[in-house]
């Protein structure tokens, strides 16, 4: 799938018309049509604003990746109080990627006792 229809597939689901979309992005709805019938290539600015604002990736947009199984509307509410009691959070991820394997056991035995201790 093209770049463009990916695009107007992932508008389409939000129900945005590419005017409310352009606006979302910050680019000139001109440009949005542009970028949607494929007459034009997309900046890489406008790619990373277009990707964040449908919140996927940029290889998603680009048909580099699959896009990873849907979260549960239980799973996208928590996400984002984390995200709204914790806007490093994401700092807290990437560190978390550069443990080793028994560390990151280790953390996530350390996250079973504390949710263990919250029942008692």
Same mark, same amino acid.
């Given at each position: ?10 508008? %389409?689901k ?5 005017? *409310? =979309?352009? /606006? ?9 049509? &542009? ?10 600015d ?22 990873? %199984? ?6 996208? *509410? =928590?996400? /984002? ?9 994401? &700092? ?29």
């Amino acid at each position: 799938m093209k770049t463009a229809q990916r695009i107007i597939q992932l508008r %389409s689901k939000k129900n945005w018309t590419q005017k *409310e =979309f352009a /606006k979302h992005v910050n680019i000139n709805v001109s440009v949005m049509n &542009r970028i949607e019938s494929g007459e034009r290539p997309i900046k890489g600015d406008e790619l990373t604003a277009i990707a964040d604002t449908l919140q996927v990736t940029t290889d998603y947009l680009l048909d580099r990746e699959v896009p990873s %199984s849907k979260a549960s509307d239980h799973e996208n *509410e =928590f996400i /984002k109080s984390i995200q709204e009691r914790m806007p490093n959070a994401d &700092r807290m991820f990437r560190d978390l990627a550069s443990l080793t394997p028994e560390q990151m056991q280790d953390v996530y035995d350390y996250l079973l006792f504390k949710k263990s201790r919250r029942k008692n």
